[in-house]
């Protein structure tokens, strides 16, 4: 959730993956904040509602309850509605490493 909101706030750094990247929903941070971001566009209020049910324990089957579809039928539509986009190799991205530090985002190439 904390990197949906740097995402919301317009605030992601250099390296942030873009829309349609990513090869599983959980991925990595900024590949679940721009999963989450495309199902609060087809649904507004779906992350508020999911971060409320998750306050104090996470489980998968949450995405299945708000959105009746399992969470791997939900990435594969997502990736799906950025064509070739979202087949593209990420791993240049994911070798990147990005650090927090004292509030900024530093990236080490």
Do not use: C
């Not at 087809?42 to 999911?50: D, I, T």
């Not at 996470?58 to 997502?78: A, G, H, I, T």
């Amino acid at each position: 959730m904390a990197n949906y909101t740097v995402l919301k706030a317009d605030y992601d750094p250099p390296g942030f993956a873009k829309p349609g990247m990513g090869e599983r929903w959980n991925q990595g941070y900024d590949f679940t904040a721009r999963f989450l971001e495309y199902y609060e566009g087809l649904r507004p209020g779906f992350v508020a509602v999911l971060n409320k049910k998750m306050r104090d324990v996470f489980n998968v089957s949450y995405f299945d309850d708000l959105m009746r579809k399992p969470v791997d039928q939900l990435w594969s539509e997502y990736k799906g509605s950025y064509g070739e986009i979202g087949k593209r190799n990420v791993s240049e991205h994911t070798k990147k490493n990005i650090n927090y530090k004292r509030g900024w985002f530093e990236q080490n190439v």
